[in-house]
């Protein structure tokens, strides 16, 4: 069963930093691209950040660009996302989600149960 | 960036009804379109997949079409599960971008 549990949201204080974790098990880990994905509560879904398999290509959305970086751990089967210079608007719930193939350009077949972000002062 | 573009973006339907849902990209992006559900408190569900797709455990009684900018969910007998949020999302492009949402609504 594929498994995807996110971690390390919490309150911050705009302008500071906090790094997202996803561990993922019940498949094959470095077989596939993955994502992360945002949710303003009672609000639509954002595409944030993506990553290949061999964490060879990453893509930002223009919103988190300069400020977050994806990376991946493919040893300890982990997806993290690095959040510097946060600000109000980055509070969401961030999902992690599983790519359908390698290289990205998949759909999001698995996804997470979120972790809370927050950004007030 | 790829824009998507859902209406509507409410819509109240009974159950039993046969209701659809349409997806416009701001270009053409082939058939590389999926349909998510969502219900609230819930992580979002894939429910179709390269437009026309189902993705396995789905009813039958979803159903996508369309290629290049235009895009259609139907749902052909509304069952009470079925009342939710759902996302259309494009992946032609390495910047994913999702539709704003289509809430589905007991009349």
């Known amino acids: 069963e594929v498994q995807l549990v996110e971690s390390g949201g919490h309150l911050v204080q705009p302008g500071r930093s906090l790094r997202l974790s996803c561990v993922a098990s019940?498949?094959?880990?470095?077989?596939?691209?993955m994502h992360w994905v945002r949710q303003v509560p009672g609000k639509g879904l954002e595409w944030v950040s993506g990553?290949?398999?061999?964490?060879?290509?990453?893509a930002y959305a223009d919103s988190v660009k300069g400020r977050f970086t994806i990376s991946r751990d493919n040893a300890k089967n982990s997806l993290y996302l690095q959040m510097n210079s946060l600000r109000d608007e980055d509070t969401a719930l961030y999902y992690c989600?599983?790519?359908?193939?390698?290289?990205?350009?998949?759909?999001?077949?698995?996804w997470g149960q979120g972790t809370l972000v927050t950004v007030s002062s | 960036d790829i824009q998507m573009t859902q209406s509507p973006s409410t819509l109240s339907a009974s159950v039993g009804d046969r209701v659809t849902i349409t997806c416009r990209a701001s270009?053409?992006?082939?058939?590389?379109l999926a349909w998510y559900q969502q219900k609230p408190g819930k992580v979002p569900k894939l429910l179709m997949y390269?437009?026309?797709s189902l993705e396995s455990g789905v009813p039958s009684r979803f159903s996508g079409s369309g290629s290049g900018t235009e895009f259609t969910l139907t749902i052909s007998s509304l069952q009470p599960d079925d009342f939710a949020t759902y996302y259309c999302?494009?992946?032609?492009?390495?910047?994913?971008?999702f539709g704003q949402g289509t809430k589905l609504e007991i009349k």
């Open positions: 990553i290949t398999w061999k964490s060879g290509n990453t």
């Open positions: 390269d437009a026309s």
């Open positions: 999302q494009q992946y032609n492009s390495n910047l994913y971008t």
């Open positions: 270009q053409s992006i082939s058939r590389w």
């Open positions: 989600a599983k790519d359908n193939s390698k290289e990205g350009f998949g759909y999001l077949g698995y």
């Open positions: 019940g498949f094959t880990f470095d077989d596939y691209a």
